[in-house]
């Protein structure tokens, strides 16, 4: 097809003739500090293929991808391309190679215009090294227009939605000439017709006989769009299957070893959720127009509701509606009955709403000692207006006997703690003045054991004590382990609900 030439006309090698692969890695492992990320993977791509990769958070697909696209230049195993030995020193190497890759974390550059970002790196001049920006705005606009889009090229990048972004961002790499395409997580922040429109992207260039690597989470798209199936778990390769021999099903089996002896905290639980607790909070059909579609879910007194889903699924926009951070377009919150709009956080956390986002430094004071960190929610019960560090630090030092904060002392600054020990700090102020509503945004993740075994005492107990909790995680075991009820949230909707009985991963990956 016209529309998917290159950019510089791209020089592609011939066609391999006899069917070896076009990409092959061999016993690759990868360490950070001592911990393998991979562990001996082999992984190899046919010439004209789309291969699909899939596995758990932390299983390593993104560095695979990065070692093949030359981020990490440093690694042990081997590498070959079209048959011969390969090594890249840097990612502009592997593009030489015709090897491009779309990162996980978007690399837009906001105050560029689209059609500059589109030629990032590349940009055609002239006689003179004049650029030629009129080819530049014109190809620029019929690439995206291949991807079905009509986005003026001039306008400024970092004024398009993030869903835009993104599909600019990517025709910067399906259009680069690129013979091995990398695409990392690139359909979470896109609607059902940008990925239609994507997919038939892909599969034009596969007629054209380039390799595409596809990394999701949503395993349907995986299995609609792939050739082969690769599953990675836990720094070792699983299995590479043809797509057509696959279930759901069976992938999920194999992302998460189920049957094997590992079996660990956060695999399985029983819900006791009971409509007969009193609702706290209630959330009916609120959207942002933006990642929140239409999201109906109810807080009840004692119950700890976990919202599952993947990255971009618009939970983060859910806990944000909740604390009056969010911009809500459409539906309506209620709090003990009674129709809520908080436009501040400073109206929720008033009406009793406390919030606990995963970046814990926006509600913490690093450079304050502990016990002003935790006292600073109970000040009004303290003093109206006279700050007294002494009765202050006797509640404090209360606390960090009971949540065996380390170092057990209250007057050291905050930052020089761990996280988890952070972590604790920032529940720790909800203790003494209990909310009648606490959401948290990934309460564990990156904690060591300890401090996850702590934390989760410490929110079980403050649901205990009759707090309406709201767990909001990317985590299945994070869910798994703390929630008394869960909603699976995608693409903005809820997907499914579960209120009693058994419940595993399988069954929250299966929904998401
Ligand atoms: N730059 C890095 N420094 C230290 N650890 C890393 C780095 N990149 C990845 N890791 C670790 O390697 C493991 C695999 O990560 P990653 O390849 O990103 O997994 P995936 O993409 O499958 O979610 C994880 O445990 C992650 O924490
Ligand atoms: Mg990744």
């Known amino acids: 097809m016209d529309s998917l030439e290159n950019n510089d006309g791209g020089t592609l090698v011939p066609p391999l003739q006899d069917g070896s692969p076009l990409l092959e890695m061999r016993a690759v492992t990868k360490r950070f500090g001592g911990i393998a990320a991979l562990n001996s993977v082999d992984f190899s791509i046919l010439e004209g293929e789309i291969h699909g990769l899939v596995g758990e958070n932390g299983a390593g697909k993104s560095t695979m991808m990065k070692i093949i696209a030359g981020v990490h230049a440093d690694f042990e195993g081997e590498m070959f391309v079209a048959g011969q030995p390969a090594q890249f020193h840097s990612a502009r190497d592997a593009l030489k190679a015709g090897i491009g890759m779309v990162h996980q974390e978007l690399s837009i550059v906001p105050d ?3 059609a500059e970002n589109v030629f990032l790196g590349h940009q055609p001049v002239r006689a003179g090294g004049i650029i030629d920006w009129g080819y530049m705005n014109r190809t620029a606009r019929e690439q ?3 991807l079905g889009l009509e986005i003026d090229p001039t306008k400024r990048m970092g004024s398009l939605p993030v869903g835009l972004q993104q599909l600019v961002e990517l025709s910067r790499v399906l259009f680069s000439g690129a013979r ?3 695409l990392d997580e690139p359909t979470s922040a896109l609607s059902p017709p940008e990925v239609a429109r994507l997919f038939d992207a892909l599969r034009q260039l596969r007629a054209q006989g ?3 690597i596809f990394i999701s989470h949503f395993l349907d798209d995986v299995l609609e769009i792939s050739d082969r199936v690769t599953v990675f778990r836990n720094g070792h390769k699983v299995a590479t299957t043809p797509a057509a021999e696959l279930t759901k099903d069976e992938v999920i089996a194999q992302m998460i070893g189920r049957g094997s002896a590992e079996m660990t905290m956060g695999e399985e639980t029983e819900l006791c959720g009971d409509d007969s607790h009193p609702v706290v909070v209630e959330v009916r059909g609120i959207g942002d127009g933006m990642a929140l579609k239409d999201v109906s879910l109810s807080l009840r007194r004692g119950e700890i509701t976990g919202v599952y889903g993947f990255m971009g ?3 983060i926009e859910l806990s944000r509606a909740l604390f009056g951070k969010g911009n809500l377009r459409s539906g309506q919150v209620f709090l003990e009955g009674s129709p809520v709009r908080f436009r501040t956080t400073a109206t929720a956390r ?3 709403i406390a919030y606990v986002p995963e970046n814990r430094r926006m509600m913490l004071f690093r450079t304050e000692p502990v016990f002003k960190n935790v006292s600073i929610a109970i000040l009004d019960r303290i003093a109206r207006l006279v700050l007294r560090p002494k009765e202050e630090q006797r509640i404090t030092g209360n606390h960090i006997e009971d949540l065996q904060i380390r170092p057990p002392r209250t007057d050291i600054a905050l930052g020089n703690l761990s996280g988890g020990n952070q972590q604790k700090v920032a529940l720790a102020k909800w203790l003494t003045h209990l909310p009648k509503a606490l959401i948290l945004v990934e309460p ?10 702590d934390v989760i005492r410490i929110v079980k107990s403050l649901r205990d004590k009759g707090v309406a909790i709201l767990v909001l995680s990317t985590e299945p075991e994070t869910i798994l382990t703390l929630a008394d009820r869960v909603t699976v949230m995608k693409k903005g909707l809820v997907a499914r609900e579960f209120t009693t009985g058994h419940l595993e991963k399988a069954d929250l990956l299966a929904a998401a």
């Open 444 to 453: 564990t993740r990156g904690m060591d054991v300890g401090a996850k075994e």
């Open 180 to 182: 091995i395409i990398i």
């Open 210 to 212: 380039r390799s595409i």
């Open 144 to 146: 995206i227009a291949s």
């Open 350 to 352: 008033r009406a009793g």
């Open 112 to 114: 560029l215009s689209v």
């Open 313 to 315: 699924c618009g939970q």
